[in-house]
């Protein structure tokens, strides 16, 4: 599943929802062992947990990212200081002054974390995140109690 930059935001929306519950099935799962549209899905999501056109300390930034990544419940297998350097190398964020300074970005050169923008708006990710990763793990708790019982 891509998700396409012409997109109508609505059908990239539903797009990235279905994956992002494909994904939410997963325990510690590794961002490089992702597709490389899901990977910008997730980190597009944990980029959103700074609001744009406001900077950020370090500390802030890296209660942020604890915070999303708790959301996932486990989801990622990755800390918040590697997800921050990932987060910085692929472009969406920004870090200044010796990383006194840290500011969501939106890359020219990729137009995915635009696209995700645009499907989500204001949409809280974490909130979004915990709600898929507890309906998977209710699912999988369903599943297990219906085989135990048999």
Not at 33 to 46: D, V
Not at 85 to 109: E, H, K, M
Not at 122 to 133: H, N, V, W
Not at 141 to 148: D, E, I
């Amino acid at each position: 599943m891509e998700l396409q930059t012409d997109q109508p935001s609505t059908e990239c929306r539903e797009k990235a929802l279905k994956m992002l519950d494909q994904i939410s099935r997963k325990s510690a799962v590794s961002l490089a062992s992702l597709g490389e549209e899901e990977r910008w899905l997730m980190l597009s999501l944990a980029a959103l947990s700074l609001s744009p056109g406001q900077e950020y300390s370090e500390k802030e930034v890296n209660e942020a990212l604890l915070a999303w990544l708790q959301a996932g419940e486990g989801m990622l297998r990755i800390d918040h200081v590697e997800l921050r350097r990932v987060l910085i190398d692929f472009g969406l964020w920004r870090r200044r002054d010796g990383g006194r300074a840290y500011s969501l970005n939106c890359p020219q050169t990729d137009d995915r974390f635009a696209t995700i923008i645009a499907a989500f708006g204001e949409d809280d990710g974490k909130a979004l995140i915990s709600q898929r990763r507890t309906s998977a793990l209710q699912a999988r708790a369903a599943r297990r109690a219906a085989r135990l019982a048999l």
